[in-house]
């Protein structure tokens, strides 16, 4: 079996990787680099500044607790330089993995001209019994007078930037806006966070969301909610955005983080598909409306995370040599690193209580009474873990140091419906940040014992 694969990013190259594995002869398509923008533009590099960013807080946490005196001057160009290698060796190891696997990579943007054809630009037509379509998506570009004309930042623009601004307007306070705002403030940015909406991360757990913000405004970021900017244009110096209010702000830089689009492959029109509210349709087995053809991740429809992308496209072709796995986004995971890192899955309390009453159970616990965050020095967040009234876990929710390491553990207690009482009767290991799960559930069974 011949499979064509449009992307090398996390849905595409690790769906090449599978299916080479089954059997099928792959051939992947990709216009850049592979690893898509998770490797090159996203998720490694944000991290990699994250990383950076941090050592910078845990010295000053060292400092406020008197175990040192230093003062710290981060080398912006050194930071960057490092990245970048970081980068560099994870996409080799991704060619190494896809040529390991006798998996073929086409360096070329590649055009569909029918359900089982491919043309790249040199001419050459290429045919194949399936076909995934793995494009990801791209940050987008809101509607207003005049942004698009003073050429904002992006994720991209931001990560590769060789210089601090002094001051920097992000526009979106949802996953990417509070990630860049935390990283830019603790290289010295003056940084001013404008939303649309009432919170920061308003698709997350509410006290999740109230506790960020704090957390953000703690180090120096001033954040506007509820507000809309209604124009925007740049001079020499600075640019300037205006809001609905009539206020106006300016900056050196504006980033604008307000969500993304699809990459839709070129041809997609001659196959009989489209774009509909910025996905391509797909069923369970990630089969679209045409039989030969699969997507998987961000084309597929949010959330736009890399490892939803990866496990759809997993499922996309072992479902094409012969599987029928459904693929269903209620035990997707979400981790955040800002101010405070968070990770989360499933329901959270208002969702809970929607679906099952006020009958749930829910069980939080402060890293302020860990024994293990008070040695860390660093005590601000909480673990939430929420159940049904069988006491079944259906939420969990983790904000503070290492919270989306903590995650790996909440998703599996979800997605395997574990209850309560199993996690209440099994031992952790003493002193840890994952002992907090233990007594959140302790505290959401209502017999608590640490706090």
Known sequence: MKIGIVGAGPGGYVA??????????????????????????????????????????????????????????????????????????????????????GIRTVYSEAKLISSNEIVIPNGTIEEFDYILLATGSEAAIPPVEGLAGISPWENRKALATEKIPETLIIIGAGVVGVE???????????????????????????????????????????????????????????????????????????????????ITPLGMENIGLKLQQNRVLADETMKTDVDSIYVAGDIAGEPFLAHKASHQGIYAVENMMGANKKWTDECVPSAIWSALEVGCIGLSEVKAREKYGDSIKSGKFPYLASGKALCEGDTNGFIKVIADPDGIIVGFHSIGKNASELLGLGGFLVQNHVSLSDVSDTVFAHPTLSEMIHEATLLAEGKPINI
């Not at 970021?221 to 205006?242: G, N, T, Y």
């Open 16 to 101: 090449a990787i599978r299916a080479s594995m089954l059997g099928a002869e792959v051939t992947i398509f990709e216009r850049e680099r592979v690893g898509g923008i998770c490797t090159n533009h996203g998720c490694i590099p944000t991290k990699a500044l994250f990383s950076a960013a941090s050592k910078i807080h845990d010295m000053e946490i060292g400092k406020k607790q008197k175990l040192w005196e230093v003062s710290i001057e981060p080398d912006w160009r050194k930071i960057i330089d490092n990245k970048n290698k970081i980068v560099n060796r994870l996409v080799k190891g991704i060619e190494f993995l896809l040529k390991k696997n």
């Open 180 to 262: 860049m705002a935390n990283i830019f403030a603790s290289f010295g940015s003056k940084v001013t966070i404008v939303e649309i909406l009432p919170r920061v991360l308003s698709m997350m757990d509410t006290e999740i969301s109230a506790l960020m913000h704090r957390a953000l405004t703690a180090r120096g970021i001033k954040i506007i909610l509820d507000e809309k900017i209604v124009a925007a244009h740049r001079d020499k110096k600075a640019v300037f955005l205006e809001l609905e209010n009539s206020d106006k702000l300016e900056a050196e830089e504006v980033l604008v983080a307000t969500g993304r689009h699809v």
